[in-house]
């Protein structure tokens, strides 16, 4: 079996270029999206692993297990790139007119009449995504050498480990005139609003289970692999409000591949200290899963808000109505890798080093008939609103109304933008450290640990993000 686990660490780069590589469109700012996944704040590898991947690799002890506990907090900071996630154009803010205000059509971003406001309307309007993580990862590890001395497997372990994390969301949707943040946030919109409160979320993010094995364990090298499984615990969100709290994967099943390696490199003359580098990889392909997302139309932004009605009728809906489809989603790979050195006085150590998390865009699988089981109204049945009744007007935009048309125009699935639904491809770069002490005491060891990191995403799709965490660990 270790063979089997050998295998499969040489098998991991293969498994990690399609997350780190293949991400369509690298390096671009990202707008008009109605759904974002910041990363999940267990997907951190120094934090899971650390000197904790040390210690599974060397269980000793009378019962060959270990505990461990990792408390943790994840702030965003304020990063001027995450507001054209959620907007348009690339634009920080947007500009709301009506169409009697002296802000010529071509001027303005949003026509204030499409949200039921006054033709006087005008002001700005803008956001500040954030969000505010606290929680513990709990976990233990049972080494199979307790039970058996056979060579091929009493190296191995297995690992359950529990993410319990409360996650706050907040869009901070904010306008020079009240009445625009009042008018987007209305349940007269039945999708996609943008909340004017924090969501909170509490609970279980994902069960996750693990198999390991020590591939070597010497004096100058330690390599140590796992797999396994996350299964999720959490409802997948709703799509109510836009950037509502998810804790993990989003509901998710998720196949897990990881390798930690530490190579002794020089012990300093006349001293207790040593160097050590050290190397942690963990790969995650999720499963596809229906979810509920809401979509815009190709080439016009924000047109989830614009009225639809059906030919012959009066009576408008908005369009997130018939917008808002049960789709299927397939996340992909999620690519966590991470290295860095580590120097070691006695029982104390210091690790620091830098970390890359990355993944690519969704895929989508728009759904196919009978709709009343993938989703809602045939599309087919509506077309934009004209100001004629039941009447369409094809050519209007979120900033313009398009002249009514000559024959009613419905609206077709090649005209759905799917990617305005997705969650988009990101890569972060992290920097961390992590120090660490580790003591005897009769029936086994314990060790304690602090550690920090800081997020540079280089896409708007990620948040820009701060981690703090506390390690608390023993052997029995």
């Not at 009343?372 to 209007?396: F, N, Q, R, W």
Request: charged fraction near 20%; aromatic fraction near 12%.
């Amino acid at each position: 079996m270790k063979y089997v686990a050998l295998l499969c660490f040489l098998a991991m780069p293969y498994m990690l270029h399609p997350s780190v590589i293949n991400i369509p469109d690298f390096f671009q700012n990202y707008t008009s999206q109605t759904f974002m996944m910041p990363r999940p704040a267990y997907h951190n590898t120094p934090t899971i692993l650390g000197r904790w991947g040390t210690v599974l690799a060397e269980l000793s002890g009378n019962n060959v297990t270990a505990a461990h506990v990792t408390p943790l907090y994840q702030w965003s900071r304020n990063w001027d790139r995450s507001a054209p996630y959620f907007l348009f154009s690339c634009k920080n803010q947007l500009i709301f007119a009506g169409d009697a205000t002296t802000i010529h059509p071509n001027d303005r971003d949003v026509r204030a009449e499409w949200f039921g406001l006054s033709d006087t309307t005008s002001g700005t309007f803008s956001c500040n995504p954030k969000q505010d993580v606290w929680g513990a990862i709990i976990s233990i590890g049972q080494g199979f050498g307790k039970w058996t001395n056979w060579k091929i497997i009493k190296d191995w372990w297995f690992e359950l480990a529990l993410p319990i994390l409360s996650v706050k969301n907040n869009l901070h949707p904010a306008a020079t005139d009240p009445s625009i943040t009042q008018a987007l946030s209305s349940l007269h919109i039945t999708a996609a609003r943008w909340n004017l409160q924090a969501e909170r979320l509490t609970g279980v993010a994902c069960m996750r289970a693990i198999l390991g094995a020590t591939i070597i364990d010497d004096e100058k090298f330690v390599l140590v692999y796992h797999g396994g499984v996350e299964i999720p615990t959490e409802r997948r969100v709703r799509p109510d409000n836009l950037f509502s709290p998810t804790l993990g994967s989003n509901g998710h099943v998720s196949i897990l591949n990881g390798i930690f390696g530490r190579l002794h490199l020089r012990t300093f003359p006349h001293t207790c200290c040593a160097a050590q580098f050290f190397v942690s990889l963990e790969h995650h392909y999720y499963l596809e899963r229906d979810q509920m997302r809401v979509f815009d139309l190709f080439g016009k932004p924000w047109s989830r808000y614009l009225p639809v009605r059906r030919e012959g009728e009066t009576h408008t809906r908005p369009a997130t109505d018939i917008l808002t489809r049960r789709v299927t989603i397939r996340p992909g790979g999620f690519a966590d890798i991470s290295a860095g050195f580590a120097l070691t006085h006695r029982k104390a150590e210091l690790e620091f080093g830098y970390a890359l998390w990355a993944h690519h865009h969704e895929r989508i699988n728009w759904p196919e008939k009978p709709y009343c089981d993938k989703g809602v109204e045939p599309l087919s049945e509506y077309g934009i609103a004209g100001t004629g009744d039941g009447k369409s007007a094809s050519t209007s935009t979120i900033s313009q109304l398009g002249g009514d048309d000559a024959v009613f125009t419905p609206i077709k699935a090649s005209n759905i933008d799917l990617f305005s639904g997705i969650s988009r491809g990101a890569l972060v770069n992290r920097i961390f450290v992590n120090g660490s002490y580790k003591g005897h005491y009769q029936n086994g060891n314990m060790f304690i640990g602090l550690g920090g990191s800081i997020d540079f995403p280089r896409e708007n799709s990620a948040l820009r993000t701060a981690q703090v965490w506390l390690n608390i660990g023993v052997e029995m």
